[in-house]
Every structure is written in structure tokens, then in C-alpha cells.
Nanobody, 123 residues
Framework: QVQLVESGGGLVQAGGSLRLSCAAS????????MGWFRQAPGNEREFVAT????????FYVDSVKGRFPISRDNAKNTVYLQMNSLKPEDTAVYYC????????????????WGQGTQVTVSS
């Protein structure tokens, strides 16, 4: 049974930081690319960041470049999203996902998804 479990969300003031974690089980983590997506009320799911299996390739949506570094620890089967300089428009449910297709911005390329963790940024 493949499981992805996000943690680290919460309520933070604008300008603050949060670190999201996604712990994977039931798969060979080191062979999967990992991604972070977010979904705000009334919006479609939006790509945030992705990291390849060996961390050779990393891509971000423009709105988070320089603020939200993605990283992974294959020994811990965990991918992270360090969120800095948070803005109210970052408020969303954040999801991690796993893909065998290589790093991708497309939700349909991701085979497994977590349940999400809420991030709320107050002004």
C-alpha cells in the first residue's frame, strides 16, 4: 500500500516560514520524482515545485522561485518544501505527489498523492 503523508502545515503571519514534509511508504522512493502542488478554494490544483529522483533536476513555478526550495532525503523517504517569505496568496492546501515520468508540472503525470496539509498565511 503506497502512502504519502504530508505534515508541517499551519497558520503563519505574512513574511514567516513553514517547512512541509512528505513521508512516503510502500514504494521505492529513490526511483520516483516528487512534486508539490497546491489548491486554493475555487481554483484548480497548481504546480509548485518538483525534484527528480536523484535531485539532479529541480523546477519551480515563478511565483515561488527563490522562496520555496524543494529538497529530498532518500534515506528517510521524505521530500521537503521549505516555505519562506510567505504571502497571503500562498494560502492553500498543499499536496505532495510521486511520479515515474520524471519531473513534471502536470498533475496527470503523478501516480500517487497525499491527502494534503493546510497552509494559511495571514496579513
Amino acid at each position: 500500500q503506497v502512502q504519502l503523508v504530508e505534515s508541517g502545515g499551519g497558520l503563519v503571519q505574512a513574511g514567516g516560514s513553514l517547512r512541509l514534509s512528505c513521508a512516503a511508504s510502500g514504494l521505492t522512493f529513490s526511483t520516483y520524482g516528487m512534486g508539490w502542488f497546491r489548491q486554493a478554494p475555487g481554483n484548480e490544483r497548481e504546480f509548485v515545485a518538483t525534484i527528480s529522483a536523484s535531485a539532479t533536476f529541480i523546477f519551480y513555478v515563478d511565483s515561488v522561485k527563490g522562496r520555496f526550495p524543494i529538497s529530498r532525503d532518500n534515506a528517510k523517504n521524505t521530500v521537503y518544501l521549505q516555505m519562506n517569505s510567505l504571502k497571503p496568496e500562498d494560502t492553500a492546501v498543499y499536496y505532495c505527489a510521486a511520479t515515474m515520468a520524471g519531473p513534471s508540472r502536470r498533475p496527470d503525470d503523478y501516480r500517487y498523492w497525499g491527502q494534503g496539509t493546510q497552509v494559511t498565511v495571514s496579513s
